[in-house]
């Protein structure tokens, strides 16, 4: 390639000399003498190319064989690294399946032991036991990792040491154990405790319950506690010096105490009512005051009737002696005349007797209905929630339509007693009007009777 470039080269510096000297050229004389001149120039200088491209056909032809040779060599290794690769793939698949053959019911038990080693690396993460024994899972974490990896099968010591954790993790399940260890509180503070271990159930410290975290293998207090019949429990347990006691125990490991400490309290069942709520317990207190002053003055009338009923002295200090006092005021008045005077009398104490009874039940009837205008009231916001947000989370409609059946629960709830004290003030109240209307009936008799006798005397 490089000689060929090179009398290409020479060619055109030919022609380019020739034109240079066809351009000094005056005459065509001149010019005629010039061409002959530079054709004989280039004659030689073809010819001593042309020799010294034969000196080299030599060497070029050597290169080719060269090339040649280094060719074929390389197609020969090509083939007998192509054989060799079959010759190796048959001999992998031969002995792939010699060792399944010999693997056999092996490969199942591994397979069951991963199964078994990641089973037990999850119940690890919630297990309070872990609270007591920590790092167990780094061993279950390197042997997955291990079975995972087909160049390594496991050892005997390895199994062993699994079918311990195992062994251990059932053992410790059965015992009640007191350890000392770092609690976090619930205000973020860490100290050294006495924790009792109940089981793989429960931990305890200091009549508080506590949870397991496994990503900081830390124990901690439950930022909120269940109710304290729960807690009297668990301070029962701590305080017992390993004597029997009655412990409220999680089967769980921590699910159903979760919901529990979750489980809104009375306070905030009472703040998820919201204004309308407020209002309910508002008339219920009223009303709670009003039928306390009822009752207790009623309570006091009534106690004064039934002892002016055994007296003849009338009293002013009570209604019976009240309308008695009518009669010793109308002593020489006719019966229709006396009748007339204590209806008088028995009408002016009825009001009294009745006082803000009527409010009562007005409270009894409409503080259902406050609570079912906040239930319909919170209904519309759940739809209108559900109308922006849609229905792919059920908590956000259950968390909705439970705090608006809040006000219909509190309205009942002021309803119900109010029904009741309702009824009993009135059955009082009725219970000294009727007194009255019998004494009154008896004073008119009395009168009646004894004009009779003295119309029969005269």
Request: aromatic share 4%; no cysteine.
């Amino acid at each position: 390639m490089k000689l060929v470039t090179k009398v290409l080269s020479a060619l055109v510096l030919g022609s380019v000399a020739n034109l240079t000297l066809a351009q000094d050229a005056t005459n065509l004389d001149q010019l005629l003498s010039q061409l002959e001149k530079g054709q004989i120039a280039q004659s030689k200088e073809n010819q001593q190319r042309e020799a010294e491209f034969d000196a080299r056909k030599a060497e070029q032809d050597q290169m080719l064989a060269s090339a040649r040779n280094t060719r074929d060599n390389a197609v020969n290794l090509s083939t007998e690294l192509e054989a060799t690769f079959q010759n190796n793939e048959i001999k992998i698949g031969n002995r792939t399946d010699a060792l399944n053959k010999r693997m056999g019911e092996l490969k199942e038990l591994f397979g069951v032991l991963q199964q078994v080693s990641g089973d037990l690396r999850s119940k690890f993460q919630t297990s309070v036991v872990s609270a007591q024994i920590p790092g167990r899972g780094v061993f279950l974490d390197e042997f997955a990792q291990s079975m995972g990896s087909s160049s390594k099968l496991a050892s005997i010591e390895e199994i062993e040491r699994l079918w311990f954790e195992l062994q251990r993790e059932m053992t410790e399940s059965g015992k009640v154990h007191t350890f000392t260890r770092e609690v976090v509180a619930a205000d973020g503070s860490k100290s050294d405790q006495e924790v009792v271990r109940v089981g793989g159930f429960n931990l305890v410290s200091q009549g508080k319950y506590l949870e397991y975290i496994d990503e900081t293998g830390s124990v901690a207090e439950l930022i909120r506690q269940p109710t304290g019949r729960y807690l009297n429990t668990a301070a029962d347990l701590s305080e017992s010096n390993g004597q029997q006691t009655a412990f409220a125990l999680d089967p769980t490991s921590g699910s159903i105490l979760g919901l529990l400490v979750q489980a809104p309290d009375t306070q905030e069942r009472v703040d998820q009512g919201g204004p309308v709520g407020y209002v309910i317990l508002a008339l219920g207190a009223i009303g709670l005051l009003i039928a306390l002053e009822r009752f207790i003055s009623l309570f006091l009338v009534s106690s004064k009737v039934k002892r002016q009923v055994k007296t003849d002295v009338a009293s002013n200090d009570n209604p019976l002696g009240r309308v008695m006092l009518v009669k010793d005021q109308n002593k020489n008045a006719d019966t229709e005349t006396l009748e007339l005077k204590l209806s008088e009398r028995i009408l002016a104490e009825v009001p009294k007797l009745t006082n803000r009874l009527t409010l009562i039940k007005i409270i009894s009837v409409v503080a259902p209905l406050i609570g079912l205008l906040g239930t319909v009231t919170g209904m519309i916001n759940t739809f209108q929630a559900i109308t922006l947000f849609g229905t792919g989370d059920p908590k956000l409609m259950a968390g909705g339509i439970s705090q608006a059946l809040v006000t219909t629960v509190l309205g009942l709830v002021v309803a119900i007693p109010m029904v009741f004290i309702s009824t009993l003030l009135n059955t009082l109240s009725r219970g000294i009007i009727t007194t009255l209307q019998q004494q009154s009936a008896g004073i008119i008799a009395e009168r009646a009777e004894n004009e009779v006798l003295k119309l029969k005397g005269a």
